[in-house]
């Protein structure tokens, strides 16, 4: 009676359960704590006498390597929802040509022909253990007092965008720097172009991201391979466009489409709610990713990666670490 008396007058001494949410609140997970990996930067900007003495940043009319830095640190921390904290603890400016693998070395008078002509000298390669030596690499890695190296220099200086060092060095968008199994552990040495902008130093960033995660998920398969899933793009995988990859955008025909302006159904915004996958796609353009703006789209692509605390069959949920640091990449 009291339960007939209850649905007729709306009474009840039990409390209402509320419906299941159709589109439940996102759990919210730890964020791994901050790193500062120490960085040596070597700028190259030798002084051109033919240019009234003046260092080749300032005489060629190239952009200034301290403030291209700065911003490439900025905009990782941004990506990395500010995990990855770059510091700059030896910065050396040197007035010099490196020289080529070759044994081959630019001078002032040299170099201004080569740029004038636009004649260079081939091999372009620049002999890395030179400057391995030069510089000291492997002791202040071995000491603790750098986790990595910036090359900074002028176009033609022969520098790989990146380039792994140390013992069990494995590909880093370059062969591996044999010559090196001295140090401690692993290493990058980045090799950036003062005459570009921050965009190309992401760029940079982007294919050596793409080769750690490549090697992190490289015996995984299936679509237990998220870097696989993450990196599908429309036209590789028609109607499963998910993040693309450096080259390519969701919707992206050839390298470096950017700017293409056909809708695409992607499931890009699904790995910002990473772990979880779930979710439907949602039609985009490249608006999205800055219209083709090389540094926009770097800066939309990164922010995608995974970067909480967990992991899943022995892969961490934070891409970045593996990124940052390729002593945490397995070796299998």
Same mark, same amino acid.
């Given at each position: 009676?009291?339960?007939?008396?209850?649905?007729?007058?709306?009474?009840?001494?039990?409390?209402? =359960?509320?419906?299941?949410?159709?589109?439940?609140?996102?759990?919210?997970?730890?964020?791994?704590?901050? %790193?500062?990996? !120490?960085?040596?930067?070597?700028?190259?900007?030798?002084?051109?006498?033919?240019?009234?003495?003046?260092?080749?940043? =300032?005489?060629?009319?190239?952009?200034? +390597?301290?403030?291209?830095?700065?911003?490439?640190?900025?905009?990782?921390?941004?990506?990395?929802?500010?995990?990855?904290?770059?510091?700059? %603890?030896?910065?050396?400016?040197?007035?010099?040509?490196?020289?080529?693998?070759?044994?081959?070395?630019?001078?002032?008078?040299? /170099?201004?022909?080569?740029?004038?002509?636009?004649?260079?000298?081939?091999?372009? $390669?620049?002999?890395?253990?030179?400057?391995?030596?030069?510089?000291?690499?492997?002791? !202040? %890695?071995?000491?603790?007092?750098?986790?990595?190296?910036?090359?900074?220099?002028? +176009?033609? @200086?022969?520098?790989?965008?990146?380039?792994?060092?140390?013992?069990?060095?494995?590909? @880093?968008?370059?062969?591996?720097?044999?010559?090196?199994?001295?140090?401690? &552990?692993?290493? %990058?040495?980045?090799?950036?172009?003062?005459?570009?902008?921050?965009?190309?130093?992401?760029?940079?960033?982007?294919?050596?991201?793409?080769?750690?995660?490549?090697?992190? /998920?490289?015996?995984?398969?299936?679509?237990?391979?998220?870097?696989? &899933?993450?990196?599908?793009?429309?036209?590789?995988?028609?109607?499963?466009?998910? @993040?693309?990859?450096?080259?390519?955008?969701?919707?992206?025909?050839?390298?470096?489409?950017?700017?293409? &302006?056909?809708?695409?159904?992607?499931? $890009?915004?699904?790995?910002? #709610?990473?772990?979880?996958?779930?979710?439907?796609?949602?039609?985009?353009? @490249?608006?999205?990713?800055? #219209?083709?703006?090389?540094?926009?789209?770097?800066?939309?692509?990164?922010?995608?990666?995974?970067?909480?605390?967990?992991?899943? #069959?022995?892969?961490?949920?934070?891409?970045?670490?593996?990124?940052?640091?390729?002593?945490?990449?397995?070796?299998?």
């Amino acid at each position: 009676m009291d339960d007939l008396l209850n649905r007729l007058f709306g009474k009840s001494s039990a409390k209402s =359960v509320p419906e299941p949410s159709k589109n439940p609140p996102r759990v919210d997970f730890q964020t791994p704590a901050p %790193v500062h990996p !120490k960085v040596l930067a070597i700028i190259h900007n030798p002084v051109i006498r033919a240019k009234g003495g003046r260092k080749a940043q =300032v005489a060629y009319g190239w952009q200034d +390597p301290d403030t291209l830095a700065q911003g490439y640190m900025d905009d990782l921390k941004q990506v990395s929802a500010g995990y990855l904290n770059y510091q700059i %603890v030896e910065r050396l400016e040197v007035d010099a040509f490196p020289v080529k693998k070759d044994g081959f070395r630019y001078n002032h008078d040299s /170099f201004d022909r080569a740029w004038n002509m636009r004649q260079f000298h081939q091999p372009d $390669a620049v002999n890395y253990l030179a400057l391995v030596r030069e510089f000291q690499m492997i002791e !202040k %890695v071995n000491a603790g007092a750098i986790d990595e190296v910036w090359l900074l220099g002028f +176009p033609y @200086c022969g520098y790989y965008e990146s380039i792994m060092a140390g013992p069990g060095a494995f590909w @880093c968008n370059a062969p591996p720097l044999e010559g090196t199994g001295q140090a401690k &552990r692993r290493f %990058v040495i980045m090799g950036f172009n003062y005459e570009r902008g921050v965009g190309e130093m992401l760029e940079d960033m982007g294919h050596r991201a793409e080769s750690m995660l490549s090697k992190v /998920f490289e015996r995984t398969r299936g679509e237990a391979n998220l870097w696989e &899933r993450f990196i599908r793009y429309d036209q590789k995988y028609p109607g499963h466009a998910e @993040c693309g990859n450096v080259h390519f955008a969701p919707n992206s025909v050839r390298d470096y489409d950017w700017g293409n &302006r056909t809708p695409v159904k992607s499931l $890009a915004d699904t790995w910002i #709610n990473f772990p979880d996958l779930s979710g439907d796609p949602r039609t985009m353009t @490249c608006s999205e990713w800055g #219209n083709g703006d090389i540094r926009r789209h770097h800066v939309w692509w990164m922010s995608h990666f995974p970067h909480v605390v967990g992991e899943t #069959n022995g892969i961490s949920w934070n891409w970045w670490e593996y990124i940052v640091d390729p002593n945490h990449v397995p070796l299998r």
